[in-house]
Structure formats: C-alpha cells, structure tokens
C-alpha cells in the first residue's frame, strides 16, 4: 500500500498523503519522519467519521469523499473500504488531478483488501 500512496505523493503540488484505518491508524504514509501522522491519521479518520453520520441523520447518504481548503493548502479524505486515504495539496493545486489520482489508488487499496 505503501507503494500506491507514493504515487499521489509524487504528483506535482502534493504535500503529503495518508492511508489509516477508520480506528484513526497509520496504515502508510509520505509523511517527514518527523512529521506527526499518527495525529492526521486519527484526526482524519474522526472527521470522516462525524461528516458521514451528520450526511446520513439529514438524508443525504454515505460521504464518500470531502474536500477542505484551509488559508495555506487543500485536505483532500476519502472513504477507502476500511481507510480513510488523505491527500493534503498546495491550495492552488489541480484539485481534479488529485482526485483522478485518489480514485485509481483507491481502486488500487480495495484490490489489495479484497486479496
């Protein structure tokens, strides 16, 4: 897994991405080594958690994805099987681009679980 979530981060703008466990686990990452993914991890995967049960208690389904901008980048978390994939961009980045490239590593994660 660590391989496929390399390649988001070798697009141009990435900053870093991360795969965890919907418990909030690092699974992989292209974090720094000293940068603190344990708490994106379980940050992200709490985030998720709260958008999906607000969408769902007001009618409006499952949350498959969401996007943040922030004053200094773009947070990109996807609904993977059982992970929570996190792509954090330069703001002005082509979100499109980075979200073409989520879904084939999410195609990629849901591959390797199903195995």
């Known amino acids: 897994?660590?391989?496929?979530?390399?390649t988001l981060g070798?697009?141009?703008?990435?900053?870093?991405?991360?795969?965890?466990?919907?418990?909030?686990?690092?699974?992989?990452?292209?974090f720094k080594p000293d940068g603190d993914d344990e708490l994106h991890a379980a940050l992200t995967a709490a985030l998720l958690g709260a958008m999906d049960r607000t969408t769902q208690r007001i009618g409006l389904g499952k949350t498959l994805d969401s996007m943040l901008q922030t004053d200094d980048c773009a947070v990109q978390i996807m609904d993977v099987d059982e992970f929570v994939l996190v792509v954090v961009s330069d703001k002005l980045f082509n979100i499109e681009e980075v979200r073409r490239g989520m879904r084939r590593v999410a195609e990629g994660i849901s591959a390797l679980s199903s195995e």
Not at 1 to 6: D, F, P, S
Not at 12 to 21: H, P, T
């Open 10 to 30: 070798a697009l141009e703008g990435v900053r870093s991405v991360l795969l965890a466990s919907k418990d909030g686990l690092v699974v992989a990452s292209t």
């Open 1 to 6: 897994m660590q391989e496929l979530i390399e």
